[in-house]
Structure formats: C-alpha cells, structure tokens
C-alpha cells in the first residue's frame, strides 16, 4: 500500500502538469495573432521579390518594399481597414517619405538574407514595439451579437465598420435600428 503522502504528490502533479498544458496552449494561441500585419506586408513584399526572377540582394529588396508601400499609400483613401493598417505599418518601417523613423534598412537586410518574415518582425519590434501592435479586425459574429446589450459606443463602433455613420441617430435605439437596417445588406454581399 503506498503511503498518502504519495496520492497527494501524485495529485498535485497532474494539476500542475494541466496548468502548464493549458498555459502554453494560451501563449502559442497569442504569438499566432503577434505581427500579423507585419508579416502579411513582409511576405507580400518578398513574393513580389521572388516573382521577379532576379538574385535577391539589398536594392531589389528595398526598391520592392518601397514599390509596394507606395502602391498601398496610393490605395489608403478606400474605406478598407486593412489597407489602412498595412500603411501605417510601412509609416512605422520608414518606407514612406514622411516617416520619421526608418528601420528599412534592417528590414531589407535581413529579409535579403532570406530570413522569414515573423522573425524580421520580431527583430524589428525590439526596436519599435508598434510593429506588432497592429492588428486586424475581427469578423463580425452576426449571430452572437446582441444589439440590445450593447453600448451606445460599441454600436457607433460597429456602425463605422459597416461603412456607415448615422447622422441623426441621438438614442441608442436609433443605432439598433440603423444596425438592423444594415445588416441583411452585409450579409447579402457576404454570400456572394
């Protein structure tokens, strides 16, 4: 018969060991979302490299990351969330002119050398911590969402994402109404 002490042990062993399961699950869950914007404008960046056929080296590197971050800023006017991040991004990086900061030269260097965009990413955050910090939105769960437990500022927020900004709305269920109103419209345009 083994002593109690021993279950007890035995016990807290496996708790501990599910906590640390659970845990690390967590934290692999949270570095998939870190740098996605970063690393959406690297990879797109180092396939157009790649698609040109060329030896990859600095200035090829450096005229693509430019290219492309013109090409975004040039398309930022659209109402497209995702085009604004990816400009804001390449602002942080210093491929545009009225950047401030300019690690472009670590970014082309080492994506250069071939190594993978989330890494160049990481590297670059150490530097500036607002690399990472983008992020893009999260579909709307049209089915989980109760209009009616919503915050008059969450409805304004989510308003804005539909691409509209209730002028004479004042209560909130001016905002319920309106959201109502737009929502089989999205989802028309969703199923197509």
């Avoid at 491929?95 to 030269?105: T, V, W």
């Avoid at 990472?132 to 304004?156: A, E, F, H």
């Avoid at 709305?169 to 929502?183: A, G, H, P, S």
Wanted: one cysteine or more; hydrophobic letters at 35%; a neutral charge.
């Amino acid at each position: 018969m083994l002593p109690r002490n021993f279950r007890y042990l035995q016990l807290n062993f496996i708790c501990l060991t599910a906590i640390l399961l659970i845990s690390i699950l967590f934290y692999v869950n949270a570095q998939e979302d870190e740098c996605q914007v970063c690393e959406d404008v690297l990879k797109d960046v180092m396939d157009r490299v790649d698609s040109s056929g060329e030896n990859v080296n600095d200035e090829l590197v450096r005229k693509n990351l430019l290219d492309y971050c013109q090409g975004i800023y040039d398309k930022r006017d659209s109402k497209n969330s995702d085009e604004e991040r990816k400009d804001k991004m390449c602002f942080y990086i210093g491929a545009h002119k009225d950047s401030s900061a300019s690690m472009i030269g670590d970014a082309v260097k080492t994506l250069a050398y071939k190594k993978p965009p989330l890494k160049v990413c990481k590297d670059l955050k150490t530097k500036d911590a607002q690399i990472c910090s983008l992020k893009y939105d999260k579909p709307i769960d049209w089915d989980s969402l109760d209009l009616d437990k919503m915050r008059v500022g969450q409805l304004r927020e989510l308003l804005r994402k539909l691409g509209d900004s209730c002028k004479g709305c004042v209560e909130k269920v001016d905002f319920v109404q309106r959201i109502r109103e737009l929502m089989p419209k999205k989802e028309a345009k969703e199923e197509l």
